[in-house]
């Protein structure tokens, strides 16, 4: 579990009672919760005040877009949408909405933890899509691509823990510098482990990453 130097405070816009046991789990990552709403008018008084590094909007079957909107007229503070599923168009929408991070919400152990690196992420400055959203999204491009031909890739078993974790990284898009950032590791221990795990695995690029990452998902 990543551990981090500094808190950033948030709303969570979310009507469901089981968020409040995500909330605990942020707050073990670095993320300390001021106020748990179910609208994002709610928020208006500690928006105003700059009282708050991010919001986090969740729940089902919500407005994204709409509801991104009306907390733009109220600050420009960043946004992480957890979506119900690694759909495209959920993703896509968010994101032109104004979010700066999404991430998919669906019920799993350790949501909290990527949850949490969303919003460390976006209130620096980044972006942040979750590695099950952007492998969704590369396979969209591999389906495509009928016909190509692609030669087996290697197993699991031949990358460490940590290069895996590194790999997983790489398949979101961030730099090596990002990744090291996210990891309290230096640019050029991501950079040994990114290029070992590439060696022992034969790949050559993202693409084959997301490829490789999804296949062992599936196994």
Request: glycine share 10%.
């Amino acid at each position: 579990m990543t551990t981090w130097t500094s808190s950033v405070v948030v709303g969570l816009v979310d009507p469901r009672r089981q968020v409040r046991a995500l909330s605990r789990e942020l707050e073990r990552n670095g993320v300390a919760i001021r106020a748990i709403v179910p609208e994002v008018s709610i928020l208006r008084g500690l928006l105003a005040d700059g009282a708050l590094g991010a919001v986090i909007i969740g729940g089902p079957g919500r407005r994204l877009p709409g509801e991104i909107a009306r907390l733009r007229e109220l600050s420009e503070v960043p946004v992480v949408v957890c979506g119900d599923s690694p759909a495209r168009e959920e993703l896509l929408d968010a994101l032109r909405a104004g979010a700066s991070g999404f991430v998919v919400a669906a019920p799993r152990c350790g949501v909290g933890e990527e949850l949490a690196q969303a919003v460390h992420a976006v209130a620096g400055g980044g972006i942040w899509v979750s590695p099950r959203v952007a492998r969704h999204l590369v396979r969209e491009v591999l389906d495509s691509t009928a016909g190509r031909s692609f030669g087996p890739l290697a197993s699991e078993g031949t990358v460490t823990r940590r290069e895996r974790q590194v790999l997983e990284l790489v398949a979101t898009g961030l730099t090596y510098r990002a990744i090291g950032e996210r990891l309290c590791i230096s640019c050029s221990t991501v950079k040994t482990h990114a290029h070992s795990a590439l060696r022992k695995l034969g790949l050559r690029n993202r693409i084959e990453v997301v490829r490789w990452i999804s296949q062992q998902d599936a196994a």
